[in-house]
């Protein structure tokens, strides 16, 4: 005579409710893992940029170092792109060298010890201060990490070697190379407006254009008001310089008629330009490199996408832009 265990029934029962209770738990797991990123606030991206702010799309973006503007334009068009939901890889004119130090920086939680860290990095360092260590640079590099922080999609390549016979070759490579790897990303590149250029065989952008054939490549240059910037001269300490400028507006991009490209495919406005020092001041006064002066001949001569204009000593650059290397 077989005997029921009177306790089976409750043993299926509480079986039914763990397999209900892991279904639920296994639901609302799905449910946390759908939704969205949280949403996030942009400043006003400039007109015409957003057409720009598409995959597989290159954006070289030549600056004057030493501004506040043309590196907080950057970090406007970073922030733009990702809110739109892309990918995004930034490139800056700075020593690939540093590069452990820039990830070990974007990896942190952030705060004074990390920046100082961050800091002591020879690049920040050196005595030779010609903008592309400023305070605003900085500022870049902190919405980087706090992107990063939020897991979102965006990158940093550093693709200098200023050591290097030919540096254009290598940051051109170096931007080829970061293609090849996310070629559905959002690139946005900073550096000097000299490197940029697309019509002289030995720049960046123009061994960029040659190398990268079917991808969208936009070269522009900043256009501004005139102001202030830290900038380089020969023979002359770095230091804040009153500059020129004849734009006719304070934002926006234009892309000049095929017909009319030169230098470059456009120009982004940013208005009056504001200096911006070093985050980190020597004690002693930085001094422009030989070295620079040797590449370039002078920097005495400044020069936009139409014209070229002598700096006699302290008188303001009345281009668009400057010589920068």
């Not at 001269?233 to 926006?252: F, H, M, T, Y």
């Amino acid at each position: 005579m077989h005997h029921q265990c009177p306790f089976r029934g409750l043993r299926d029962s509480a079986s039914k409710l763990e397999r209900f209770a892991m279904l639920l738990l296994l639901l609302l797991s799905v449910e946390v893992c759908a939704q969205p990123a949280p949403p996030f606030s942009c400043a006003e991206v400039a007109p015409g940029l957003a057409q720009l702010l598409k995959p597989s799309t290159v954006v070289l973006l030549g600056e004057m170092h030493g501004t506040n503007e043309s590196p907080q334009f950057l970090t406007n068009a970073i922030c733009d792109a990702l809110q739109r939901g892309h990918s995004v890889t930034v490139g800056l004119e700075l020593p690939r060298t540093e590069t452990p130090l820039f990830e070990e920086y974007l990896a942190s939680p952030g705060g004074d010890q990390a920046e100082k860290r961050l800091l002591e990095g020879s690049f920040w360092q050196r005595s030779y201060q010609d903008g592309r260590t400023s305070h605003a640079m900085l500022a870049l590099i902190r919405d980087l990490r706090q992107h990063k922080a939020a897991d979102r999609p965006v990158r940093l390549i550093l693709i200098d070697d200023p050591g290097a016979p030919k540096r254009d070759r290598v940051m051109s490579t170096l931007v080829q190379a970061a293609v090849s790897a996310s070629p559905n990303d959002v690139f946005l590149v900073l550096t000097g407006n000299v490197h940029n250029r697309i019509n002289q065989g030995t720049r960046m952008g123009y061994l960029l254009r040659q190398a990268l054939p079917k991808t969208r490549l936009v070269s522009l240059n900043v256009a501004h008001q005139g102001g202030q910037a830290w900038v380089c001269l020969s023979n002359e300490p770095c230091g804040v310089q009153q500059l020129g400028g004849k734009a006719d507006r304070e934002s926006g991009v234009e892309l000049f008629p095929a017909s009319a490209r030169a230098a470059y495919d456009g120009q982004y406005y940013v208005g009056r330009l504001t200096a911006s020092l070093p985050a980190i001041q020597s004690r002693q006064p930085a001094l422009c490199e030989a070295e620079f002066e040797a590449q370039q001949g002078s920097l005495s001569l400044a020069y936009d996408a139409f014209d070229q204009t002598r700096i006699k000593g302290s008188e303001p650059f009345s281009v668009t832009g400057g010589l920068i290397h």
